[in-house]
């Protein structure tokens, strides 16, 4: 397209010649140079400009309907924090997948058949443990948590585990210790007795008899409230009401279970009798506990922190509350959102706080730089407030706009919580846009005029920040050739190490080493082999399927094959199934004879063993298929482990079990495992989609913004490059991409290109006045460089703050994000100047220009 307008225009507002502080250059009092322009360049122009009539009109307004502004604002803030009050709390393992996510529904279905299988474990490990006085210990222990845990559906230890035994043709079932031992004798008969049952191994005791475990098991429902004889007396005298589903056990229930545990245990703990509890709810609520330190903890810090910077630069104390009121009252309007709308608090969300605090100050403080800079320079206060907003009001919108969309890239993520802080981010840096926009210049109308005129930083400060900032300015622009040289080359290397990384999903590698129950779990994993379940559910399709034999065989054969041959690091502690208790059954009803521990030849014996096993009195048949025999359940316990070893394992199981019953019978694989799997996969498919939403929507604004589609793209190499270093810092540092550390990329383009935006739309701007590439860097690092320094700063601080974290993926976190905005700002300072001056190296000098035009 052909450029539109002379390359020379007359300036009417430079009517004298001035050296900039660059040296370099000189402005013509009568002519300066343009950029040529084409049409759609000169209609983006246009649309800035009237844009930023709009700004200044709006703070004009603001400025006349300060009071009713603010009002307007804090009733909005208290309608929206009264949601505060509905917000909870949930760490759970299901909590990571989103409602209706077919594994989901899958594990909720087979918790109505069979029950939770996410259970405590503790572990006691006395000096002797087939002793009077340990078994007396365990039995205390025992007792207790039978009676001071709530809402257990049932308690398993060596007091009560199921001994089967036959006399003459009876089947007898009771608890182990339902005879307690009084000899030494009795004692290496219990010791023999325990040892030789294949069922306890791994189960309730350790292969080398030294670690017995009691194993809780929670229930799937909250109980019921006790009812005295007359109320449930009344019921018979009323028509039933309609049953309705029941309410699951919840994040309170669940935590009142583990906080008696936890109290239990400490009171049975002593010398020569070492306990651990363990298990999923244990290291769920652990993190819970951590959530919430870490949340606390973060926001204190972060607000500190950032009224601390905030005195140092402005001074001042109007400086200092009207940002940090801008984005206080934006995050409790986003929290009090997420309660209203019913979204739990989980675990990625506990960044949320402080990063919008730290993000939210950052539009306030370049709309607070350049009041200040007006106000020093002798305009009238409303005037430098209307000023300030029109010249700082579209790059402060754009730049709200890209971090939304950087954080807003991740609503589509198939994670729920990174789903779930995708878009209340993004809300929230919206809300602080609005905030930003109304409270600010009202509030800056507001407050008195002294007040507004200490909004100024120190001289000598400003001074020393001035010449930093011209150097920055000088080195880019003269040495451009080698400055995007050495990017580029260290851009390939870094992507040589970044694709080397490997994902990871391990919340309990988040909690510190000495945390209880990271001990606990690696002691229970190592002695009795492993806390976390893997279930298949067998559904024969037929009534009374699972009285087949050959079905049973092949559970059994499964069975052995598992415990022997498991695939890649996992390896199997223990594994239960219906034909396990036929084999008991069927030995008993032999004599008790070890050669009959196996399934019956006859496969008419086999319902009727199972009768009487029923009519002996135990359900724990219940626990292991459905009432009409038709499905079965087929569970195998693990030791805790990063989940990238489970899916390898989990298709070993499901190859094996296809090949073992082909169509003949229908095998879902479930289990806590399988929902860590699942996480680990979306984690994987959701942080490859999110870099490439968020890198395509923020290019697309930047193109948008400057009106150039070839200046905005090489104007976008500022904010990949720090990515690509960041990715090559993990790979060097052994820092894996998990479900935090995938955060890293999303968040920090969509603040890094903030600074390239305020960059860029004051580069053109000055471009358009002086013609010179090195006075118009020079002059918008002068005026936007200051708060881009001071805005990276605080985000900077603002993610550092996350390295006191207790959760280490957190401390990752918030290393890296920092990094990450460091290193951007330095590629704005460095990088940016170097490559608007390759992209305008044809643009003829203001000299040389003058001298052209005299000679003609």
């Not at 209706?100 to 909720?108: A, I, K």
């Not at 090195?774 to 703050?801: D, K, N, P, W, Y």
């Amino acid at each position: 397209m052909r450029p539109h307008g002379p390359l020379w225009t007359a300036d009417a507002h430079h009517h004298h010649q001035r050296r900039t502080s660059c040296g370099r250059c000189r402005h013509s009092a009568r002519l300066r140079p343009t950029v040529p322009r084409t049409r759609r360049e000169l209609i983006v122009t246009g649309i800035k400009a009237r844009v930023e009539k709009w700004f200044e009109a709006l703070a004009a307004f603001l400025c006349r309907r300060r009071i009713p502004a603010i009002i307007v604002v804090l009733l909005a803030t208290a309608a929206a924090a009264s949601g505060l009050r509905y917000l909870v709390i949930d760490t759970s393992t299901e909590s990571f997948l989103r409602t209706g996510d077919p594994v989901l529904e899958r594990y909720e279905d087979f918790r109505e058949q069979f029950g939770r299988d996410d259970v405590i474990i503790v572990s006691v490990t006395p000096d002797e443990l087939f002793t009077l006085e340990s078994l007396t210990g365990l039995k205390a222990l025992h007792d207790s948590l039978a009676s001071g845990v709530p809402n257990l559906a049932g308690i398993t230890s060596m007091i009560n585990a199921r001994s089967t035994r036959g006399e003459s043709d009876r089947l007898i079932v009771e608890d182990l210790l339902q005879s307690w031992p009084e000899s030494e004798p009795d004692l290496a008969a219990l010791r023999s007795q325990v040892l030789a049952n294949p069922l306890y191994r791994n189960l309730l005791i350790s292969p080398d008899g030294t670690v017995t475990t009691i194993v809780l098991e929670l229930a799937g429902h909250a109980e019921f409230e006790e009812q005295s004889v007359d109320d449930a007396l009344a019921l018979f005298d009323e028509s039933p009401p309609d049953a309705g589903p029941r309410e699951r056990l919840g994040e309170e229930e669940t935590q009142e279970v583990i906080e008696a545990v936890g109290e239990i245990v400490a009171e049975h703990r002593r010398d020569g009798f070492v306990l651990h509890a363990a298990g999923t709810p244990a290291v769920t609520e652990s993190l819970k506990a951590a959530l919430q330190d870490d949340m606390r903890r973060s926001v204190l810090l972060a607000v500190t922190v950032i009224a601390l910077l905030l005195c140092a630069v402005f001074r001042s104390v109007a400086a200092v509350m009207l940002p940090l009121g801008v984005v206080v009252l934006a995050l409790l309007s986003t929290l009090g959102l997420m309660g209203h709308l019913g979204t739990p608090v989980t675990l990625p969300i506990v960044i949320l706080p402080s990063f919008l605090l730290a993000v939210g100050v950052g539009a306030a403080v370049h709309l607070l730089a350049i009041h200040s800079r007006n106000i020093r320079a002798g305009h009238e206060r409303e005037r430098a407030i209307i000023a300030a907003v029109g010249h700082a009001g579209l790059p402060v919108l754009l730049t709200s706009l890209t971090t939304a969309a950087g954080l807003g890239s991740f609503a589509v993520a198939d994670v729920a919580p990174i789903a779930d802080l995708g878009q209340y981010s993004a809300i929230g840096v919206l809300i602080a846009l609005v905030y930003t926009l109304i409270l600010l210049p009202a509030g800056l109308a507001l407050i008195p005029s002294w007040a507004v005129r200490a909004v100024a930083p120190a001289d000598r400060a400003s001074a020393m920040t001035d010449r930093v900032l011209a150097a920055f300015a000088r080195f880019g622009v003269r040495n451009a050739v080698p400055i995007v040289c050495a990017f580029l080359v260290a851009a390939a290397v870094a992507f040589g190490l970044a694709v080397q990384l490997r994902f990871s999903h391990d919340v309990l590698s988040w909690l510190p080493e000495h945390w209880p129950v990271q001990q606990a779990t690696r002691a229970i994993d190592r002695n009795v082999g492993g806390s976390v379940s893997l279930e298949v559910v067998l559904d024969t399709g037929a009534e009374n399927g699972l009285h087949d034999r050959d079905t049973l065989l092949k559970l059994d054969a499964l069975k052995r094959d598992i415990e022997s041959e498991s695939a890649g690091p996992t390896k199997v502690g223990a594994v239960l199934s219906v034909a396990d208790l036929l084999k008991e059954i069927h030995q008993a009803l032999n004599e008790n004879r070890a050669e009959f521990h196996r399934i019956p030849e006859n496969p008419a014996l086999i319902p009727q063993e199972f009768l009487l096993f029923e009519n002996s009195g135990s359900d724990d048949l219940e626990d292991l298929v459905d009432f009409s025999f038709s499905r079965a359940r087929f569970s195998m316990r693990v030791p805790w482990q990063d989940t990238l070893a489970y899916p390898p394992f989990i298709r070993d199981v499901e190859a094996r079990f296809a090949d073992a019953f082909g169509d003949s019978a229908d095998v879902t694989v479930t289990g806590i495992m399988s929902l860590l799997s699942r996480t680990l996969e979306n984690t994987i498919r959701s942080a490859a989609r999110s870099y490439l939403i968020a890198s395509v929507v923020i290019t697309l604004m930047m193109v948008a913004l400057i009106g150039r589609i070839g200046t905005g793209l090489i104007s976008m190499l500022p904010n990949f490059t720090p990515i690509l270093f960041t990715l090559a810092l993990m790979q060097v540092a052994g820092i894996p991409l998990n479900l935090f550390t995938m955060l890293v990329g999303s968040i920090a383009i969509g603040l890094a290109v903030d600074d390239t935006v305020h960059f860029m739309h004051h580069f053109h701007r000055y471009l358009e006045r002086t013609g010179s590439v090195e006075a118009a860097v020079h002059e918008t690092l002068q005026t936007s460089g200051r708060a881009m320094l001071l805005t990276s700063t605080v985000l900077t601080a603002g993610f550092f703050i996350f390295c006191l974290a207790d959760m280490r993926n957190l401390v990752d976190f918030g290393f890296l994000t920092g990094v990450t905005i460091v290193t951007a700002l330095a590629a704005d300072f460095v990088l940016a100047p170097a490559l608007m001056a390759l992209r305008y190296r044809n643009l003829r000098r203001p000299e040389a220009a003058a001298q052209q035009g005299e000679a003609k």
